[in-house]
């Protein structure tokens, strides 16, 4: 048949073949796509539900506690008041009636079963350790200020706020750890830290290279943006766990994240000082379960509003000399000493 139209049959016959090949691909590739959403909908939805679960467990069991504590102390109240009535003294002790005391049941927990027997012997032979005053998942209270040789064995570790540490003279004998955009899983593979043979490593290997007293650390900013909130405070407990391998005898500071500007915490929709409460929410909770102390740095540099002073900063996010002075002032009345 002679083709008027001068049709290239084969050559559109090949072309409509590629556009269904297109199009199943596309189809394909929207099927594994809406598979991956549902997937991901369900993995959030059972880390919730266990997450949820965990709270209300650990929940139940502060309840039982507190009302054995509560129970306990009505005892000693009846044991004090029928005490009272048959003594000539409230001092007077009788060795064989003596009830066990506070002071008892403290010794008894680090001596032993025969440690009412060294009492009774003199106490003031015992060195005892000081009772931890301290109680994990509360901010480090307010206490005397340390000399500036406190941080001689310090180090900071966190984001480029942290960096700062090394720039102003207060800080100078501690050592700094830190990276511009560091987060709580780039804290194991970004490397940022300039070795001595001008190499780079990690945060955490270098953490490896040395023990210090105490370890500073601030993270959360960065991760303002991430789509799941247990995936962040997760992350965060294993760092957590990590410094505690790599340095079994240090203090733990876990620092608040710094509130930004009201004027960056009201046009940004990430970076707000709304979503860094509910961060910081979730870090002081992370900090009663891994029994380290929390540093509400943020009450130190915040103003009446909670936001940081306009006056502090250039970009909203990172405050200057005069507000680390601040800082460290607060960090050196705000100190555990056990």
């Not at 307010?142 to 966190?158: L, P």
Request: charged share 30%; glycine share 4%; net charge negative.
């Amino acid at each position: 048949m002679h083709n008027d139209y001068n049709v290239n049959y084969k050559k559109d016959l090949q072309e409509n073949k590629k556009k269904r090949m297109l199009l199943r691909i596309i189809y394909i590739a929207l099927c594994i796509f809406f598979l991956l959403i549902v997937a991901y909908i369900f993995l959030e939805y059972f880390n919730f539900e266990i997450w949820k679960d965990k709270e209300e467990v650990i929940s139940k069991e502060l309840e039982e506690s507190e009302d054995k504590e509560d129970l306990n102390q009505a005892t000693n109240n009846s044991d004090k008041t029928s005490n009272d009535d048959t003594a000539d003294n409230k001092d007077e002790i009788n060795a064989p009636n003596n009830d066990v005391t506070l002071d008892d049941e403290y010794i008894i927990e680090f001596l032993g079963n025969n440690a009412k027997g060294h009492k009774e012997a003199g106490t003031d032979e015992l060195e005892l350790p000081e009772k931890n005053s301290y109680t994990y998942g509360e901010k480090v209270p307010e206490s005397e200020a340390v000399q500036d040789d406190y941080f001689d064995d310090a180090v900071f570790i966190g984001n480029s706020q942290m960096e700062g540490v090394a720039i102003y003279s207060s800080m100078k004998n501690a050592t700094v750890l830190a990276g511009k955009g560091i987060m709580v899983d780039t804290i194991f593979t970004k490397e940022v830290i300039k070795t001595k043979e001008s190499n780079r490593i990690t945060i955490i290997s270098a953490l490896e290279l040395k023990q210090y007293g105490k370890v500073y650390i601030m993270l959360g900013a960065n991760e303002l943006g991430w789509v799941s909130d247990i995936e962040f405070i997760k992350q965060y407990g294993k760092v957590i766990d990590k410094i505690k391998e790599l340095q079994p005898k240090s203090k733990i500071y876990v620092n608040a994240i710094i509130p930004v500007s009201k004027e960056k915490s009201e046009k940004d929709k990430i970076y707000n000082n709304v979503n860094i409460e509910r961060f910081n929410k979730l870090i002081i909770n992370m900090t009663k379960e891994k029994q380290v102390y929390y540093v509400d740095s943020k009450e130190a540099l915040a103003d009446e509003e909670g936001n940081l002073p306009a006056n502090s900063t250039t970009d909203g996010v990172h405050f200057n000399s005069i507000y680390y002075e601040k800082w460290f002032n607060y960090l050196k009345t705000h100190t555990v000493q056990s």
